[in-house]
Each structure stands twice: as structure tokens, then as C-alpha cells.
């Protein structure tokens, strides 16, 4: 089975930057990745997701126009590029795989059956 491990976390001051990384092992990443957040909150909020090729992506509202997210396949990697931190993006970070026979970007945690161990951002203020 896939495994995923996420790097790039730490403590950024509000208004910096930061590239998380969710590296694959043991397999092929699944066709559409994504990447989670729980913060304060016991549930794990949407953040991003991206299909195969790249093309197709789906943002949370609260991210949109500062995260990014990119994959190399040939790397078996997915990032999440986040600009313009805020403390309210403090949380654990989680890289998720889809499900087999998710194709398109999906914002529930039930598409994605394989998770990373997560990596903390923490953003100060």
C-alpha cells in the first residue's frame, strides 16, 4: 500500500510562506491528491486537491488565491505552496490520497482512504 509522508512544516511569522511536500512511497500516488488541515477543530477541513494531470484543482474558500497545489508524478509528489500566512492557518497539515475511482478534485475526507502523519505549521502573529 501507499504510503505518504509530508515535510515542510514549521513556524512562519504571519504575512510569510512555506512549501509543504507529501512524498509517496511503496506505490504509484492516486490520480487525484489533496491536502487536509485540522486545526483547533477535531475534524479535518479541506484545503486543495488536484487530478492527475494537474489541469483540475479545488480550493477551500479561506485558501484561494494564497495556497497552491502542484504534483510530479515522475516524483510521486504532491506540494502545497502557501503564501500570506495567517494565524488562522495554524493547524496540522495532512496529505491524502484518493480513493480508486476518484478522478476529479473532491473536498470530503471519505474520497481519500490513504493519510500522511501530518506535519504542524504554525503561523505567529
Known amino acids: 500500500q501507499v504510503q505518504l509522508v509530508e515535510s515542510g512544516g514549521g513556524l512562519v511569522q504571519a504575512g510569510g510562506s512555506l512549501r509543504l511536500s507529501c512524498a509517496a512511497s511503496g506505490g504509484t500516488i492516486s490520480a487525484v491528491m489533496a491536502w487536509f488541515r485540522q486545526g483547533p477543530r477535531p475534524e479535518r477541513g479541506f484545503v486543495a486537491a488536484i487530478d492527475w494531470s494537474g489541469d483540475s484543482t479545488a480550493y477551500a474558500n479561506s485558501v484561494k488565491g494564497r495556497f497552491t497545489i502542484s504534483r510530479d508524478n515522475a516524483k510521486n509528489t504532491v506540494y502545497l505552496h502557501m503564501n500570506s500566512l495567517n494565524s488562522e492557518d495554524t493547524a496540522v497539515y495532512y496529505c491524502?490520497?484518493?480513493?480508486?475511482?476518484?478522478?476529479?478534485?473532491?473536498?470530503?475526507?471519505?474520497?481519500?482512504?490513504?493519510w500522511g502523519q501530518g506535519t504542524q505549521v504554525t503561523v505567529s502573529s
Open positions: 491524502a490520497a484518493g480513493r480508486v475511482g476518484l478522478d476529479t478534485p473532491a473536498p470530503f475526507v471519505s474520497h481519500y482512504d490513504v
